[in-house]
């Protein structure tokens, strides 16, 4: 577990997110996964949470609310441009069309359930969830297809985007 916050504090440090560098740090050294037990899906997911004012999925290169070149040059914003081609062109075709399908998936503890709420940060990219989950005893990727409308972009990364859709059970 102190592997993957030294990596993520790294990353973190490297894109100068600073005020969650120092969430990180803070929790870290007042939390320790490996002791507690998760209860249920809203303990595990904290109070961290994707914004629910971030443009929507089919939006992308059809509004203001994205860089104008994002499709043109998606890989400038990404810190994971190989994991970004799984999905790219699936964000492309569904510029402009709400309801065009997109798969998602999410890491989670097996303890969190296997069910994607409302307001649970997601991925478009298989391989970004399994990067999450990697390391992690008992945890899980989910994954669901899902209306491009139901997305929201957290607008830092093209790995990491909200579900705004109604909760999905498997």
Not at 131 to 156: C, F, N, P, Q, T
């Amino acid at each position: 577990m102190r592997d993957k916050i030294l990596k993520l504090a790294k990353y973190l440090k490297t894109i100068k997110c600073y005020d969650e560098l120092d969430y990180l740090l803070t929790i870290s050294k007042t939390y320790s996964a490996d002791d507690h037990e998760l209860d249920s899906e809203s303990e595990y997911k904290m109070q961290h949470q994707p914004p629910d004012d971030g443009p929507l999925g089919h939006e992308i290169g059809k509004t203001d609310n994205f860089p104008k070149d994002i499709l043109q040059h998606p890989e400038w914003y990404t810190g994971y441009a190989k994991e970004m081609f799984d999905f790219i062109d699936v964000l492309r075709a569904g510029s402009g069309k709400p309801n065009a399908k997109i798969r998602i998936y999410r890491a989670m503890p097996s303890k969190a359930g296997v069910s994607i709420h409302t307001g649970n940060w997601v991925t478009p990219s298989r391989a970004y969830a399994e990067m999450h989950a990697e390391g992690e005893d008992g945890w899980h990727i989910v994954a669901a297809d899902v209306s491009l409308k139901d997305i929201r972009w957290a607008g830092d990364d093209l790995m990491e985007w909200g579900y705004w859709g109604l909760p999905i059970s498997d």
